[in-house]
Structures are given as C-alpha cells and as structure tokens.
Nanobody
Framework: QVQLVESGGGLVQAGGSLRLSCAAS????????MGWYRQAPGKQRELVAA???????KYADSVKGRFTISRDNAKNTIYLQMNSLKPEDTAVYYC???????????????WGQGTQVTVSS
C-alpha cells in the first residue's frame, strides 16, 4: 500500500512560479518511477512530467523548458518546479507512483489527493 500526499498549489499571476511537492509513504519499495499529471475542466488527464529511479526524466511538450521534476530520495518526495506559468497551466495536479517501461511512464493506481493550480492573466 502506498500513500501520496501533495502540497504547494495555489493562485499565481501569469509568468509566476510554483513548486509542488509529493511525499510517498507505505510500501514504496517496488516503485521505480513517479510522475505528475494534471486535469483541467473539460479535458483529459495528461502526463506532465515523470522521473525514474535512475534519474531520467520526461516532459509533455507543452511544459518542456518551463517545468522541472526532481526527487529527494531521503525524504521519499518528488517535486515539480513550475516557472513561467501560463493560464493554460490551470488545472488540478495529481502525483502518481508508477514505473518506467520501454521508455514510457506507466502509472500505477496510486494517486495523490490533487492540488489546485490557478494561473491568472
């Protein structure tokens, strides 16, 4: 069993920054990758960024160059640094635990509670 607790969402102006955190607890031994998803009203949930146990990362084209995913193994925590935020980034952001397979991120059914990110124009 894995529990994920997210924090760091909020309201910012366009061009601003936010840093999201996701702390994992429980039986995390088999987790070899984690990722951030987001879902805006009326849209599908999409993968924003993922990081694997070897430190490799991947990003959605829409956030590449603006967002950075990182990890702190000692704290069992991942982060999403979001810079140059745009109104289009407004969504609920979810942390996920999963795995990397054939270069793709595969989500397991372990999700954070979601944290709202709102970017005003």
């Amino acid at each position: 069993q894995v529990q994920l607790v997210e924090s760091g969402g909020g309201l910012v102006q366009a061009g601003g920054s936010l840093r999201l955190s996701c702390a994992a607890s429980g039986s995390t031994f088999s987790i070899n990758a984690m990722g951030w998803y987001r879902q805006a009203p009326g849209k599908q949930r999409e993968l924003v960024a993922a990081i694997s146990s070897d430190g490799s990362t991947k990003y959605a084209d829409s956030v590449k160059g603006r967002f950075t995913i990182s990890r702190d193994n000692a704290k069992n925590t991942i982060y999403l640094q979001m810079n140059s935020l745009k109104p289009e980034d407004t969504a609920v952001y979810y942390c996920n635990a999963g795995a990397k397979a054939h270069g793709d991120y595969v989500p397991y059914d372990y999700w954070g509670q979601g944290t709202q990110v709102t970017v005003s124009s």
